[in-house]
């Protein structure tokens, strides 16, 4: 029996329902190969750290199967590739995912056909960063700072990853706790000297937040600090837009717009910020704001194509594996529904100051239903058209609660007693 949710994706009806779709597409001026060809394309990055239990300061609930290393980690992301065919490649935290032998997991991810992605340095969990990092007032504890980063840029080096992903929760809670002026220096200092190192193939995401842990004052609030650092390091220094990290109402897209344009735009982090920061699944609470971002970067073409984009999601209360493939069906959709823009009415309806007219040829597409569309890709790629049906059908998540268990005191971040 078919679940509730699931028609319009299912095997068996989805060919009637491509059929219309693309001669509609095909009456209305669209490629619909070259669409599918941009489908099938599509890369998304998830992250080791999804895979683990992780929770609030409140409360971590531990999942059945949940990850326990960085291998099951792996193997998680490799489950998540082999349903949606989107997801090569794994983004890396270090510590979290600290090993020996880096060489050793490069090869184990490939045997299980997935490759390692973003390193990204953790510089918030030591105790000597509780006044800062790259920004701190001691230079001992910014020289720790930046061998770490150094270090990734070695680990980088050896799993060939091509990406530094650099987030710093530096910042102040109390008016005059220090210079605000000093800090900035050092962190263009600090990062000078990490962006030297860089081998030329390599990139260094600079990502922004414009609040939390520090609540008074951040380092890197907004997407203009960021693009200034970025502009001062150089060419291979570009800005990460975590879509978690924005106020309430920031227009996302312009600034996607701004930073394609100015050849700046490096990378997402996809989530959903109704959990205050980044942990819920992209595109559940605003795919019309996904979708108009996937819309500046269709429009951008070629400016876009060096786009890294990752997910960055931690889930509490939900299947993580489950999560993930979620995550990478809503970014797919998103991609589609821009893919069938009207680009050529919308330039008419823009130049003839036709305000709604332009509107509306946006809402057609996000209105249109490319479910068909997305399970004929899946099933020319050779892949289950609901990926999520595969997911329940396969198994997996039985078999890994069963072999790995469930954590227990995992706790969350205040005292129990
Ligand atoms: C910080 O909130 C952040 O978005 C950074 O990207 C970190 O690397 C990640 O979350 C850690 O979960
Ligand atoms: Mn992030």
Known sequence: MREAGQKGADVADHSQA????????????????????????????TPSWGYSDSGTRFKTFPWPGAA?????????????????????SVALHIPWDMVDDWAELKAYGES?????????????????????????????????????MLECVEIAGVTGSTLLS?????????????????????????????????????????????????????????WGTAYALALKLGPQAQVLVDTGHHAQGTNIEQIVAFLLDEGKLGGFHFNARKYADDDLIVGTVNPFELFLIYNELVAASEAARDVAYMID???????KVEAMVQSVLNVQMAYAHAL?????????????????????????????DVRPLLAQVRAEMGLHPDPIAALKESG???????????????GGGFPTT
């Open 166 to 222: 650099l987030w710093f929760a530096d910042g102040t809670n109390y008016a005059g706790q220090d210079s605000l002026s000093e800090r900035k220096h050092r962190l263009l200092e600090s990062l000078r000297e990490v962006y030297a190192a860089m081998p030329a193939e390599m990139r260094m995401l600079i990502e922004y937040k414009f609040f939390e842990p520090a609540f008074y004052q951040t380092d890197l609030p907004d």
């Open 313 to 319: 999601q931690s889930h509490n209360i939900e299947p």
């Open 112 to 148: 299980l056909g997935v490759h390692i992605g973003a390193i990204n340095p953790n510089l918030f969990q030591d105790e000597v960063y509780r006044l800062g990092s790259v920004c701190h007032h001691d230079p001992a504890v910014r020289r720790r700072a930046i061998e770490h």
């Open 18 to 45: 491509y059929t219309l779709l693309a001669g509609q597409l095909a009456d209305g001026g669209l490629d619909v190969e070259a669409i599918k060809r941009a489908l099938k394309a599509q890369r998304v990055e």
């Open 340 to 368: 069938v823009v009207d680009r050529r009415a919308l330039a008419e309806r823009q130049a003839a100051g036709d305000v709604l007219g332009a509107h509306r040829v946006l809402t057609d597409a996000f209105e249109t």
């Open 68 to 88: 326990r290393d960085v291998r099951e980690k792996l193997a998680d992301a490799a489950m998540v590739h082999k349903l949606t065919g989107t997801c090569p």
């Open 396 to 410: 997996y998540e039985q078999k890994v609660a069963a072999e790995r268990g469930t954590a227990t005191g995992v």
